[in-house]
């Protein structure tokens, strides 16, 4: 087992709730090294140490939060997991609810969609590659059900968040469940 060194844990801790803090008000475009590193109170040399620029920083929050959306959809077997209408649906929006302050941010700003789509694009391949492998089906199709899923299930979180969908949780979670079986029926049997 890999040991993790604290002080990089917690160098990267404090890097990621600066970005987080930053964020909420200031472009992307805007974010520079030297305004997240004040606000983390961490010297530049020790950021330039872990990351080339704020790019590098910025895929690095990407890829940690799809890494922890893939872990979501796949805890269980994804025959299991599917067949429990709700299930995927309410350990994501418990992920969501959890860090609300940013990756709902960072997911549905306009000046973050092309960390969106990272997160999508990572967590689609990932959740099409267990789908290929459960349910026997074609790249084409596992990949084409994963897409449908994910791109659904995030837009659906988008409107939802930026207030375009104006019901409650339960409502929310009917129609995305709803809308996600009809789609993934069509491409093999859940039971």
Do not use: W
């Not at 609810?97 to 997911?107: A, C, H, K, L, T």
């Not at 290929?132 to 659904?152: G, P, V």
């Not at 709803?178 to 789609?183: K, Y």
């Amino acid at each position: 087992m890999k040991k993790i060194d604290r002080r990089v844990q917690k160098t990267n801790t404090a890097l990621q709730q600066a970005f987080r803090q930053l964020a909420r008000t200031t472009d992307y475009r805007n974010i520079t090294v030297k305004k997240l590193t004040e606000t983390a109170k961490i010297n530049r040399k020790t950021f330039y140490l872990h990351y080339d620029s704020i790019d590098d920083f910025a895929d690095t929050i990407a890829d940690t939060a799809a890494d922890e959306l893939l872990d979501i959809i796949t805890a269980k077997p994804l025959r299991e997991a599917l067949s429990q209408p709700g299930y995927i649906f309410d350990n994501v929006f418990d992920f969501f609810d959890q860090s609300r302050e940013f990756y709902i941010f960072m997911m549905t700003s306009i000046g973050y969609t092309f960390q969106a789509r990272k997160v999508e694009t990572k967590v689609t391949d990932g959740f099409a590659a267990a789908i290929e492998k459960q349910f026997n089906l074609s790249k084409l199709d596992a990949y084409t059900c994963a897409s449908f899923l994910i791109r659904n299930t995030l837009m659906m979180f988008q409107l939802y968040n930026n207030g375009k969908l104006n019901f409650d949780r339960k409502e929310f979670r009917d129609r995305v469940v709803r809308l996600n079986g009809s789609g993934l029926s069509s491409f093999f049997d859940l039971k």
